[in-house]
T-cell receptor
Framework: DAGVIQSPRHEVTEMGQEVTLRCKPI?????LFWYRQTMMRGLELLIY????????DSGMPEDRFSAKMPNASFSTLKIQPSEPRDSAVYFC???????????FGPGTRLLVL | SQQGEEDPQALSIQEGENATMNCSYK?????LQWYRQNSGRGLVHLIL?????REKHSGRLRVTLDTSKKSSSLLITASRAADTASYFC????????????FGKGTTLSVSS
């Protein structure tokens, strides 16, 4: 298996622009997680899905952030409009069950100017 | 909410020395996991220990779990420069629909 795939790997955009991050989980995994990591705040869980259904989005910072999982093999995290404070590394991870081993993607490094 | 807290926050050692990192948590768990993150990379799962286990080994890694103290330790023996990374503990429950809760991590620096 190729592991969790994220795209793009790097994204540089200007404040106010829409940003879409993409994730393909490991086939057969029922859970998908989106994290954000910064030096200041560490690793933060934004939202996670079980069988394509959002279970907990309490970590989503504000309404500018939205996430979807239209099918078992694809998820998006969208920021609209983006702000400089959104600059971070965004990770996607998947697992067979919620409380078991998670497999992380390589991350998307986002810079909002 | 932060469940696991690693200690120390940072650790610097020489190659060949052992490195010990600790993790404390607050609520009942089904398992505790340790992950490693190299600079600029995603987290990689190292080892999982279940609540009914007390000790587990994997290569140069040794993990202990004390559920009465709600704590775990990760020991890396005979460290190498390649072990330089951040190490995170994460706790999981067996409740349906829950997610792992990660600590803030310990940054390990191994110098040659």
């Amino acid at each position: 298996d190729a592991g969790v795939i994220q795209s793009p790997r790097h994204e540089v955009t200007e404040m106010g622009q829409e940003v879409t991050l993409r994730c393909k989980p490991i086939s057969g995994h029922d859970y998908l997680f989106w994290y954000r990591q910064t030096m200041m705040r560490g690793l933060e869980l934004l939202i996670y899905f079980n069988n394509n259904v959002p279970i907990d989005d309490s970590g989503m910072p504000e309404d500018r952030f939205s996430a979807k999982m239209p099918n078992a093999s694809f998820s998006t995290l969208k920021i609209q409009p983006s702000e400089p404070r959104d600059s971070a590394v965004y990770f996607c991870a998947s697992s067979l069950t919620g409380g078991e081993t998670q497999y992380f993607g390589p991350g998307t490094r986002l810079l909002v100017l | 909410s932060q469940q696991g807290e690693e200690d120390p926050q940072a650790l610097s050692i020489q190659e060949g020395e052992n490195a010990t990192m600790n993790c404390s948590y607050k609520t009942s768990i089904n398992n505790l996991q340790w992950y490693r993150q190299n600079s600029g990379r995603g987290l990689v799962h190292l080892i999982l220990i279940r609540s009914n286990e007390r000790e587990k080994h994997s290569g140069r890694l040794r993990v202990t779990l004390d559920t009465s103290k709600k704590s775990s330790s990760l020991l890396i023996t005979a460290s190498r420069a390649a072990d330089t990374a951040s190490y995170f503990c994460a706790t999981g429950t067996n409740q349906a629909g829950t997610a792992l809760i990660f600590g803030k991590g310990t940054t390990l620096s191994v110098s040659s």
